[in-house]
């Protein structure tokens, strides 16, 4: 019993790690008289390996809302990420299997990789996104954003995409669409950042140094070619360019997926049969359905009788004599006339 105990609180995370998966202010309720509160100029930090990379068994959900001048990072595999009011915040979420939502953000720069990533009142904004199908970026009341691909590189993000099973996946970054279009004549609501933009900072390096639950300190490299060791993205850029380095390359991990892949897809070896593996029929069996065995030729018979079933085929054999004779033999002559004619052509 003390074993069972200890694996069931084992497989939770306490409530203050629990706790941990919330972050920020308190959001405005006017009705109850609440004032929203901001948190200003901190960081949130959930490094590799503390959701669902440690929890693959739960859902995990990061909210986080009403921040100032902060520096969020969700580097770690989640279930579903909300972002609410929060104002000229640099926010990188890693890979969430589910939905991201942005809520009411203004002037905020935003890396995100997601299923699905969905914004509303979302007001000048860069996004930077892996969107693993073409329908995941849908927009709603928003105004002033930017697409460009995704940038972020750092250590086991590859095992991440790995996790959320878009290794090899294309990027379909600049698949908007948008709930609220503008009316005819009006600008639109986001703009794709040129190729040209992009390939001068194709990479955003990160550098993670994790105090505590929830916090630390991240340092952004931004370069046009893999330079911080051992920072990875197996992703490429929105030019094509893959992150190549002497200490990982996205082109050897990108094959070792797509072979995996084929391997499994591969059919097993054909298990070849010997007449050893046949089981012989039962005696008895054999001799009750044997064409010259007493009941099957009482069957035939009667089934003969009534015209019902096949015939035996001793019965057959001799239904097939007889036809070849009757053919063999002179056909009678037709006759071709009418009724009360007195001259009949008859055709041999």
């Known amino acids: 019993a003390q074993v069972r105990a200890m694996a069931s609180q084992d497989v939770r995370p306490s409530a203050e790690e629990a706790a941990s998966f919330r972050f920020g202010g308190t959001r405005a309720r006017p009705r109850k008289g609440i004032e929203a509160t ?3 100029g901190q960081t949130y930090l959930k490094p590799p390996g503390s959701c669902l990379s440690k929890w693959p068994q739960l859902s995990i959900g990061i909210e986080v809302e009403c921040c100032e001048g902060c520096s969020i990072y969700i580097l770690d595999v989640a279930s579903q990420v909300q972002i609410s009011d929060c104002r000229n915040c640099r926010i990188v979420i890693g890979p969430c299997t589910g939905s991201v939502f942005l809520l009411n953000c ?30 995941s970026v849908v927009i709603e009341a928003c105004d002033g954003l930017a697409f460009r691909a995704w940038d972020v590189a750092y250590p086991k993000l590859a095992e991440q995409f790995q996790t959320a099973g878009w290794a090899g996946k294309k990027n379909h970054w600049n698949a908007v669409y948008n709930f609220t279009p503008p009316a005819e004549g009006e600008p639109r609501h986001f703009e794709l950042i040129s190729l040209e933009a992009q390939s001068l900072a194709r990479w955003s390096e990160l550098t993670v ?25 197996p992703c490429a850029a929105a030019d094509g360019s893959l992150y190549e380095s002497g200490w990982f390359s996205a082109a050897a991990f990108l094959q070792s997926q797509a072979d ?39 069957f035939g018979t009667i089934a003969s009788w009534l015209g019902l079933g096949t015939p035996s085929p001793s019965h057959a054999a001799a239904d097939a004599a007889a036809t070849e004779a009757a053919a063999a033999a002179p056909s009678a002559p ?15």
């Open 209 to 233: 140094e994790s105090s505590g639950l929830a916090s630390g300190s991240v340092h952004e490299n931004v370069t046009a070619t893999a330079a911080t060791r051992p920072c990875e993205c």
């Open 38 to 40: 901001f948190i200003t």
């Open 260 to 298: 995996e892949t084929a391997a499994a897809a591969a059919p097993g070896p054909a298990v070849a049969s010997s007449d050893a593996d046949v089981t012989p029929a039962s005696p008895s069996i054999t001799a009750a359905t044997s064409p010259d065995s007493f009941w099957s030729k009482l």
């Open 334 to 348: 037709t006759r071709v006339g009418n009724a009360g004619e007195s001259n009949v052509c008859t055709l041999q």
């Open 106 to 135: 203004v002037d905020c720069t935003v890396s995100v990789a997601a299923a699905q990533l969905r914004l509303r009142d979302v007001q000048s904004t860069e996004l930077r996104a892996f969107a693993p199908t073409h329908e």
